[in-house]
């Protein structure tokens, strides 16, 4: 027999409901807002002053808000009830949109990556860096500092992970501007390689991050084991009934993660018992890993002639 949550995504799952979705879809479109800003200011400029190095860093600043983007879609998608069409939801086409910003991203370093050592090489006139130039990158550090800030504290009152991932992925995107601005004073001082070596670096930087948007969802699209199945078997296993808990399994993303499981019980206990004895053990798996979105637990009798795993 088999017993079955409903798919739900844990931020639908607290105890806030709809209001504690609305407040953190609030804190995303607020922040989506400002990091466009910021990507926006440092393409506009870099553009225009023929900074390499800034338009690198607007690269991780359109990473910052593409990841807002895919946060509000993963909200609605996960928010969104299963059908007959798509009985395990949604979730998967929030990581097919991530995996195709990364290789957009991925061809834009490249690009700026030949443009660097063209630079470095002097094919390339240096940037011509004025005061409106160290006006955006303080201001747009300025402004990544108080969204990191902001995101944070909401985190923090709304006890959203999604929300903590985001601040910190913002917060990096301070050592890249930090990394601009260091070479646009050493282009004022006459050394015309700054901009290139700058660029280069970032480049690597900007690499990092798009290869954590690939290493974070391709397991992700192959149906990686997301829980420790050692785990699962410990908490399954201390529930008074359970004889033995075999073929664990998981899937998923890790705020709305899938796990399916196989009981062993006493093959004289009844079909009421075993089912409520599998919605305890369902109850204090949510306890323990607050990530589970689905749950489906097989009880077998004891004697059962299939091997343990």
Wanted: charged share 20%; with cysteine.
């Amino acid at each position: 027999m088999s017993n079955s949550s409903e798919c739900l995504d844990p931020e639908v799952a607290s105890t806030a409901g709809a209001t504690r979705i609305a407040a953190v879809r609030r804190v995303f479109i607020i922040t989506l807002v400002l990091n466009a800003i910021v990507a926006g200011a440092k393409a506009g400029y870099g553009y225009w002053s023929h900074s390499l190095s800034l338009g690198t860093d607007s690269l991780h600043s359109i990473l910052d808000a593409s990841g807002n983007v895919l946060a509000l879609l993963g909200l609605h998608w996960s928010g969104r009830p299963a059908d007959a069409r798509h009985p395990y939801g949604r979730r998967k086409m929030e990581i097919i949109a991530a995996l195709g910003i990364g290789v957009l991203i991925s061809i834009g370093m490249f690009e700026l990556g030949l443009a660097a050592i063209d630079s470095l090489r002097g094919h390339a006139a240096p940037p011509e860096i004025g005061p409106a130039g160290f006006a955006i990158v303080v201001g747009t550090m300025i402004i990544n500092f108080f969204v990191t800030r902001y995101e944070h504290h909401q985190a923090h009152d709304l006890k959203s992970s999604l929300l903590h991932a985001d601040a910190e992925h913002t917060r990096s995107d301070l050592y890249a501007s930090a990394a601009v601005l260091v070479s646009f004073i050493a282009i004022r001082a006459g050394l015309r390689w700054a901009d290139g070596v700058a660029t280069l670096l970032l480049v690597f930087l900007v690499g990092h991050v798009a290869w954590e948007v690939f290493r974070e969802n391709v397991p992700v699209l192959i149906d990686a084991a997301v829980l420790d199945p050692s785990g699962v078997i410990e908490v399954a296993r201390d529930m008074p009934g359970v004889r033995d808990v075999h073929r664990v399994r998981s899937r998923g993303v890790h705020h709305a993660v899938e796990l399916d499981l196989h009981l062993r019980v006493a093959s004289e206990m009844s079909l009421k018992d075993a089912h409520a004895l599998s919605r305890r053990v369902q109850s204090e798996l949510r306890v323990k890993f607050p990530e589970l979105s689905d749950v489906v637990i097989h009880v077998e009798p004891a004697e059962d002639s299939h091997p343990k795993s």
